[in-house]
Nanobody, 123 residues
Framework: VQLQASGGGLVEPGGSLTLSCVAS????????WAWFRQAPGKAREIVAA????????YYAESVKERFIISRTDLKKTVYLQMNNLKPEDTALYYC?????????????????WGQGTQVTVSS
């Protein structure tokens, strides 16, 4: 398994979770990394992205000021800190990577994918 995502779970509205994605790939350092999510019956959508080197970040409008994406290159790990969670954040969350395609948020532009971790926000 090249990308191992973890950290999902059941949380009440207003709660927090932190997702982790360990990338066992040689190209980790030159990849842009992102988190996507997919709710039942909906298309996969980008949540947040961080560029190789960590200089740039991108957030979907729906998660701005609530979610924070980060990377720890020494551990080859990408994180998604999720605060003030809402029921509409409920989805299967995936980490993904691409190379040399910063600014391309279509899932088809990402060639590395993890297996997904479920986040459920409910009281």
């Amino acid at each position: 398994v090249q990308l191992q995502a973890s950290g999902g779970g059941l949380v009440e509205p207003g709660g927090s979770l932190t997702l982790s994605c360990v990338a066992s790939v040689r190209t980790y350092y030159t990849q842009n990394w992102a988190w996507f999510r997919q709710a039942p019956g909906k298309a996969r959508e980008i949540v947040a992205a961080i560029s190789w080197g960590g200089l740039h970040t991108y957030y979907a409008e729906s998660v701005k000021e609530r979610f924070i994406i980060s990377r720890t290159d020494l551990k080859k790990t990408v994180y998604l800190q999720m605060n003030n969670l809402k029921p509409e954040d409920t989805a299967l969350y995936y980490c993904a990577g691409n190379k040399d395609k910063w600014g391309y948020w279509d899932p088809n532009e990402f060639n590395l994918w993890g297996q997904g971790t479920q986040v459920t926000v409910s009281s």
